[in-house]
């Protein structure tokens, strides 16, 4: 079993910054491709970040392309998202996960998270 748990969400003010962390149990989490989805309330799940098993390759939604940096630190096995600029709009559920696929599609991830809530005031 790979187990993923995420942390650093909370409440923060339009314009402020959140990173968060995801900790990827099992040796061999440096051989995944990570990525962080969001889902928000009447909202279909949507792709966020993706960060390939190496560190080498990044992708990330238009909506938060300049804003939002993914990262990873594969000696602690754990994946970053930090988050600038926020947004109301960045309201949501975010989700780590983790495949042996690197696609912007929630289908090509084989484990999730638990998730963790971020919630931007305006």
């Known amino acids: 079993q790979r187990q993923l748990v995420e942390s650093g969400g909370g409440l923060v003010q339009a314009g402020g910054s959140l990173r968060l962390s995801c900790a990827v149990s099992?040796?061999?989490?440096?051989?995944?491709?990570l990525g962080w989805f969001r889902q928000a309330p009447g909202n279909a799940r949507e792709f966020v970040a993706l960060?390939?098993?190496?560190?080498?390759?990044?992708m990330y939604a238009d909506s938060v392309k300049g804003r939002f940096t993914i990262s990873r630190d594969n000696a602690e096995n754990t994946v970053y998202l930090q988050m600038n600029s926020l947004k109301p709009e960045d309201t949501a559920t975010y989700y780590c996960?983790?495949?042996?696929?690197?696609?912007?599609?929630?289908?090509?991830?084989?484990?999730w998270g638990p998730g963790t809530q971020v919630t931007v005031s305006s």
């Open positions: 996960a983790a495949g042996r696929i690197t696609s912007q599609l929630s289908g090509a991830y084989t484990y």
């Open positions: 099992g040796r061999t989490s440096s051989t995944y491709t």
């Open positions: 960060i390939t098993s190496t560190g080498s390759s990044t």
